[in-house]
């Protein structure tokens, strides 16, 4: 059964480094793509990055500076790591994955909601 | 990066009613297009890919089309568990990029 699980702090400090992981299982992370989007209260759904299965990455242009994806093959893991938080950073952060640009995102996580407040 | 302009933005209309959706591409994206529903507090489901394409498990209400660089999301006959917030995305070119988003509602 394929599975995606994000994991991480539910607050963060603002200027601080958020963390999370995607823990996936029924899959593997050397054929399969995985993508972070994340969704701001109330608001539409924004694409931020992705791992590909060969561990090559992109970024959206407005976070490239503050934000890196890596993996950990072996253990099923995806971390997301952003640093200099801010309060437009509070969203619910979502991993999903696909296969190739047409078959995309047919998974997804629950979600991490991610609060940024001192 | 490339603009996908979603319409209209809530939508009310009827239990049994024909729904439409619409995306507009500021650049060719050939089929690269799918389509979300996302209810309350959940995740986004796929609902259709590659632009005309039913995900599995989705139900045969809901279709996709495409003319030129307008794209649609269609369900023939509104249902109840239809309600929730629909979100197309573009896929062809990094940035991937959402549309804004349509709230449908029950009239």
């Known amino acids: 059964q394929v599975q995606l699980k994000e994991s991480g702090p539910g607050l963060v400090q603002p200027s601080q480094t958020l963390s999370l992981t995607c823990t996936v299982a029924?899959?593997?992370?050397?054929?399969?793509?995985v993508h972070w989007v994340r969704q701001p209260p109330g608001k539409g759904l924004e694409w931020m990055g992705v791992i590909w299965n060969t561990g090559g990455t992109r970024y959206n242009s407005a976070l490239k500076s503050r934000l890196s994806i890596s993996k950990d093959t072996s253990k099923s893991q995806v971390f997301l790591k952003m640093n200099s938080l801010q309060t437009e950073d509070t969203a619910t952060y979502y991993c999903a994955r696909d296969l190739t640009r047409v078959d995309v995102m047919d998974a997804w996580g629950q979600g991490a909601s991610v609060t940024v407040s001192s | 990066d490339i603009q996908m302009t979603q319409s209209p933005s809530s939508l009310s209309a009827s239990l049994g009613d024909r729904v439409t959706i619409t995306c507009r591409a500021s650049q060719d994206i050939g089929n690269y297009l799918t389509w979300f529903q996302q209810k309350p507090g959940k995740s986004p489901r796929r609902m259709i890919y590659?632009?005309?394409n039913l995900a599995a498990g989705v139900p045969s209400r809901f279709s996709g089309s495409r003319s030129g660089s307008d794209y649609s999301l269609t369900i023939s006959s509104l249902e109840s568990e239809d309600v929730a917030d629909y979100h197309c995305?573009?896929?062809?070119?990094?940035?991937?990029?959402f549309g804004s988003g349509t709230k449908l509602e029950i009239k």
């Open positions: 995305l573009q896929s062809i070119q990094y940035p991937f990029t």
């Open positions: 590659g632009a005309t």
């Open positions: 029924g899959f593997s992370l050397t054929s399969y793509n």
